[in-house]
């Protein structure tokens, strides 16, 4: 992450310069499988504040401050309803906790500041103001919405620099107006935050439990709907009713080799997976998962191995005998300086089981070549790390 500021929208950023200086230390770039967004460093043990839509549901994420450092951190908490969750990274981060604002509400056409970034991004400044404050529901400000496009987590500063609030995905408080974004006041997560107000060894081993935002009952991640009250529930990529069919025998497929799809998905079409070709395997291939937009092919891809420094061409010749051999529905092939293996499958008639006998039969042949390419030219294989 580098220190370069980019600003956006109108105010004075001279006026703010001293105080985003010493607020920049404490954002948070985040990285969640294929999924990537801002957070914040919000108490004393380093525990960061970010948007649950813009993690999705994992245990284990990925954090880059803004020196430079990278460590492991882990979900701890998370209010599905309020869009927010909680990391504790692996070790105190030695940053400094964003002061947040006493429970003053925000004021319409108050100035406010968002910082954010994101992982091999330089740090971004938007300056903004307040351009809607929802009605209080039970006595609390559900949120309100700054005039700018900002990406999820990000910290909402007032003019001293302090939070205010956290940039989320808040049904019913954005999307009135068009380059507008919703944020979480910094009193609505309090109680979540004192909640892991402890030391990091105490948070270790905690995961946070993911409750129905209509019901507050406990749900099951691997579902698409509340059991309790049967809503939807909220996903960062929401199922298609148009390709329900096609997603329940991914999700099913998936679910048999124990991967929980909703926590692969990176995208509206696509799920990326990390397997092992046998149990006891020290590495994983990662197969990326992609339907069409009509929901009749299945497209699955492993990357196997770079292309050698040298030896070109007894490289790709032989690359072409692989794929005059038997290979059955596999194919080899090379984008830019990676080697591949795929395979297209039209859906119709597919079964649940082979959705998982396709991706297991595709994890074999991807390892078989990867180290026969390795062995024979010593191209550098390609897959993700065995604790993926």
Same mark, same amino acid.
């Given at each position: 992450?580098?220190?370069?500021?980019?600003?956006?929208?109108?105010?004075?950023?001279?006026?703010?310069?001293?105080?985003?200086a010493?607020?920049?230390?404490s954002?948070?770039?985040?990285?969640?499988?294929?999924?990537?967004?801002?957070?914040?460093?919000?108490?004393?043990?380093?525990?960061?504040?970010?948007?649950r839509?813009?993690?999705?549901?994992?245990?284990?994420?990925?954090?880059?401050?803004?020196?430079?450092?990278?460590?492991?951190?882990?979900?701890?908490?998370?209010?599905?309803?309020?869009?927010?969750?909680?990391?504790?990274?692996a070790?105190?981060?030695?940053? %400094?906790?964003?002061?947040?604002r006493?429970?003053?509400?925000?004021?319409?056409?108050?100035? %406010?500041?968002?910082?954010?970034?994101?992982?091999?991004?330089?740090l971004?400044?938007?300056?903004?103001?307040?351009?809607?404050?929802?009605?209080?529901?039970?006595?609390?400000?559900?949120?309100?919405?700054?005039?700018?496009?900002?990406?999820?987590? %990000?910290?909402?500063?007032?003019?001293?620099?302090?939070?205010?609030?956290?940039?989320?995905?808040?049904?019913?408080?954005?999307?009135?107006?068009?380059?507008?974004?919703?944020?979480?006041?910094?009193?609505?997560?309090?109680?979540?935050?004192?909640?892991?107000?402890?030391?990091?060894?105490?948070?270790?081993?905690?995961?946070?439990?993911?409750?129905?935002?209509?019901?507050?009952?406990?749900?099951d991640?691997?579902?698409?709907?509340?059991?309790?009250?049967?809503?939807?529930?909220?996903?960062?990529?929401?199922?298609?009713?148009?390709?329900?069919?096609?997603?329940?025998?991914?999700?099913?497929?998936?679910?048999?080799?124990?991967?929980?799809?909703?926590?692969?998905?990176?995208?509206?079409r696509?799920?990326?997976?990390?397997?092992?070709?046998?149990?006891?395997?020290?590495?994983?291939?990662q197969?990326?998962?992609?339907?069409?937009?009509?929901?009749?092919?299945?497209?699955?891809?492993?990357?196997?191995?770079?292309v050698?420094?040298?030896?070109?061409?007894?490289?790709?010749?032989?690359?072409?005998?692989?794929?005059?051999?038997?290979?059955?529905?596999?194919?080899?092939?090379?984008?830019?300086?990676?080697?591949?293996?795929?395979?297209?499958?039209a859906?119709?008639?597919?079964?649940?089981?082979?959705?998982?006998?396709?991706?297991?039969?595709?994890?074999?042949?991807?390892?078989?070549?990867?180290?026969?390419?390795?062995?024979?030219?010593?191209?550098?294989?390609?897959?993700?790390?065995?604790?993926?």
């Amino acid at each position: 992450m580098t220190s370069q500021l980019a600003a956006h929208g109108d105010g004075d950023l001279a006026l703010l310069h001293e105080r985003v200086a010493r607020a920049r230390r404490s954002v948070v770039a985040i990285r969640a499988g294929a999924l990537v967004t801002t957070g914040w460093v919000a108490l004393g043990n380093g525990v960061v504040v970010t948007s649950r839509r813009g993690l999705g549901y994992p245990t284990e994420v990925a954090l880059t401050f803004e020196d430079g450092r990278s460590m492991a951190g882990r979900v701890v908490a998370a209010d599905v309803g309020r869009d927010v969750a909680l990391v504790a990274p692996a070790e105190p981060p030695g940053v %400094a906790a964003l002061a947040v604002r006493a429970p003053a509400e925000p004021r319409l056409g108050e100035r %406010a500041a968002v910082l954010s970034c994101l992982p091999g991004q330089s740090l971004r400044l938007a300056v903004a103001r307040v351009s809607h404050v929802a009605r209080k529901v039970d006595g609390q400000l559900p949120g309100f919405e700054l005039d700018v496009t900002a990406p999820l987590g %990000a910290p909402v500063l007032d003019p001293e620099g302090r939070a205010i609030g956290v940039v989320a995905a808040l049904p019913g408080v954005a999307g009135e107006l068009p380059g507008h974004s919703a944020v979480l006041p910094a009193g609505a997560f309090q109680p979540l935050l004192a909640l892991v107000d402890r030391p990091l060894g105490e948070l270790r081993d905690r995961a946070p439990v993911y409750r129905c935002p209509a019901c507050e009952e406990p749900f099951d991640i691997e579902s698409d709907r509340c059991l309790g009250c049967g809503r939807l529930l909220p996903h960062a990529f929401a199922p298609s009713p148009a390709r329900a069919g096609v997603e329940r025998m991914i999700r099913q497929g998936l679910s048999s080799l124990g991967i929980i799809a909703n926590r692969a998905r990176v995208g509206p079409r696509a799920w990326r997976i990390a397997q092992r070709p046998f149990p006891t395997a020290e590495t994983a291939t990662q197969v990326d998962i992609e339907i069409d937009e009509a929901g009749r092919l299945l497209t699955l891809r492993a990357p196997v191995v770079g292309v050698p420094a040298a030896n070109h061409e007894p490289f790709y010749r032989f690359l072409l005998t692989m794929n005059d051999q038997t290979t059955g529905e596999f194919r080899v092939s090379i984008t830019g300086d990676e080697v591949a293996v795929s395979c297209v499958a039209a859906l119709e008639g597919f079964a649940d089981h082979e959705v998982a006998l396709l991706i297991d039969g595709l994890v074999q042949i991807a390892d078989e070549y990867r180290r026969t390419l390795a062995e024979t030219f010593e191209a550098g294989p390609r897959f993700e790390s065995a604790g993926r």
